[in-house]
Nanobody
């Protein structure tokens, strides 16, 4: 139900935009987010946004560089990634949650219900 795309190879300082499209006419998640996982590391929170107007949250490591947006008509959310650094290199996963949850829990990967296949982001130094 989630399809992520947009990953690729970029030089440090460059930009990429990831997309995540939801499918299924009855699928209306309240929360959409992005996580990433580098080799040998845990899956880390990147950003999330409440589609019901509950705000947007970013990991400290990406604040000011990444931006979450959505196109409701296309059932698609985006992650604009600017000023990319080698440490941003990872497989990025789109996630969705059906029901609201407290803002403080958004960064916990265990509370998310749905996951898309990852898209690789490679940043060369």
């Amino acid at each position: 139900q989630l399809q992520a795309s947009g990953g690729g190879l970029v030089q440090a300082g460059g930009s990429l935009r990831l997309s995540c499209t939801t499918s299924g006419h009855t699928f209306r998640p309240d929360l959409m987010g992005w996580f990433r996982q580098a080799p040998g590391k845990e899956r880390d929170f990147v950003a999330a946004s409440s589609l019901g107007g509950g705000g947007t949250k970013y990991a400290d490591s990406v604040k000011g560089r990444f931006a979450f947006s959505r196109d409701n008509a296309k059932n698609t959310v985006y992650l604009q990634m600017n000023s990319l650094k080698p440490e941003d290199m990872a497989v990025y996963y789109c996630a969705a949650r059906s029901r609201r949850i407290v803002y403080s829990s958004w960064s916990d990967s265990n509370v998310w219900h749905y996951w898309g296949e990852g898209t690789q982001v490679t940043v060369s130094s």
